[in-house]
């Protein structure tokens, strides 16, 4: 990982887990709020039933006249006290530190809560009941805590979440990086070949050394930096240009590309045969020549030196036979895509098959591959559907 790769990893975590966070935060801080609500009203509910419970039991005994046990607690986290009118202590399990106001029915510090109830009675001494309870304080506590775990496995969870989604977003925009380098690569290694050819022959011609050989180096040098132009551009801006349909003999196209592809040839002693029938279609000429020229570009640059390459179009088929390195059955379910090439000794930058493919999905073209290693390779292409039947019958007349 390059360090623009792993500044935008860091950058898009950031942002995820920042946001992540932050809201399940505000939800559980919403979850706390309604819980300590909750809470509160519980405890509250709890004190004031222990409060009438104590206060009713206090005044049952007085009016049997027995004596009241206060000894006697309601549970381990409810705790009472009694009081006489002038507020002093008659009997208390209460925790001393705390200084009951009580003017205010409840009071609250930060360990305990409490409740107080007062008794009118003249004959019984007792004046306050008051309730002390650590139960609210105890479960927001817990509360706290549970909150926080999950606060945080939350956070681990996201954080491994937003970086497996953010290896799984890199991953098509690292292997387009990767297949980019490789493609810009390739095309100083393609272009290296023609354009030293091109300067040694005229280095060559200029001492006059076989004008007439080295011209023929220099037309096909040319051609096949023209060639790479023309891939390199159809690639580029295919998208945007529109197609324009006419009407043409597709013989007359493909006899003009054998011609063409013959002064390239030169270079590795390959003859180009053609045996042509007329085929009128209608379709765009341009992507109909760019569906030639890289079909027999193709054969070139994977045929042995001094063997051939066989051009046909017979019944309506275009068959393009090398005689070369061949392709593997594994090759053969990789070879249309961008950037693939069948050998990477053999140069070229992989998109000369893929622009004959994507035609020829485009047209509903059939498109047919066959071959064996060190045996050759033979693509087939069907102009059945795409026929001008008017042509056709004009010719048959």
């Given amino acids: 990982m390059n360090r623009d790769e792993r500044k935008a990893l860091i950058s898009f975590l950031s942002i995820y887990i920042i946001s992540a966070i932050f809201l399940i935060g ?21 004190l004031n039933n222990a409060s009438m419970h104590i206060k009713t039991e206090i005044m049952n005994k007085y009016m049997k006249k027995q004596e009241f046990n206060a000894n006697k607690l309601l549970n381990e986290n409810i705790k009472y006290g009694l009081f006489d009118k002038d507020k002093k202590v008659i009997f208390s399990y209460l925790d001393k530190n705390f200084a009951i106001d009580f003017s205010k029915t409840s009071n609250k510090n930060e360990f305990y809560n409490y409740f107080i109830t007062t008794l009118d009675e003249e004959d019984i001494p007792i004046k306050y009941i008051v309730i002390e309870t650590c139960q609210e304080v105890q479960d927001k506590n817990k509360l706290k805590i549970f909150i926080l775990i999950i606060l945080v496995l939350s956070s681990i969870f996201i954080g491994c979440i937003g970086f497996l989604l953010s290896k799984i977003l890199l991953k098509p925009v690292r292997q387009r990086i990767h297949s980019m380098d490789k493609f ?10 023609p354009i030293s050819v091109l300067m040694t022959s005229v280095s060559m011609l200029k001492n006059g050394k076989n004008p007439q050989k080295m011209m023929k180096y220099i037309l096909s040098s040319s051609k096949q930096i023209s060639q790479i132009y023309n891939d390199i551009h159809f690639s580029a801006f295919n998208e945007i240009n529109e197609d324009v349909f006419e009407e043409f003999n597709l013989k007359e196209l493909v006899s003009e590309s054998v011609d063409y592809f013959n ?5 590795k002693n390959i003859v180009i045969n053609s045996d042509l029938e007329n085929c009128f279609i209608k379709m765009d000429r341009t992507k109909t020549q760019k569906l030639v020229n890289n079909l027999i570009s193709n054969a070139i640059k994977y045929s042995y030196k001094d063997s051939q390459i066989d051009v046909c179009l017979i019944n309506n088929i275009l068959s393009v036979k090398d005689y070369g390195i061949g392709i593997s059955n594994e090759e053969q379910k990789e070879i249309f895509k961008r950037y693939k090439r069948g050998n990477n000794n053999e140069g070229g930058f992989g998109i000369g098959l893929d622009i004959v493919k994507g035609i020829c999905e485009e047209y509903l073209l059939p498109l047919t591959v066959e071959s064996k290693i060190k045996n050759g390779a033979l693509f087939s292409i069907d102009f059945t559907s795409i026929l001008n039947k008017k042509y056709m019958q004009k010719e048959n007349e």
């Fill in 263 to 267: 002064d390239i040839s030169i270079t």
């Fill in 184 to 193: 810009i690569k390739d095309s100083a290694h393609e272009l290296n070949t």
């Fill in 26 to 46: 505000v939800i559980l801080y919403i979850y706390y709020k309604n819980e300590t609500k909750m809470l509160e009203e519980t405890c509250s509910m709890e």
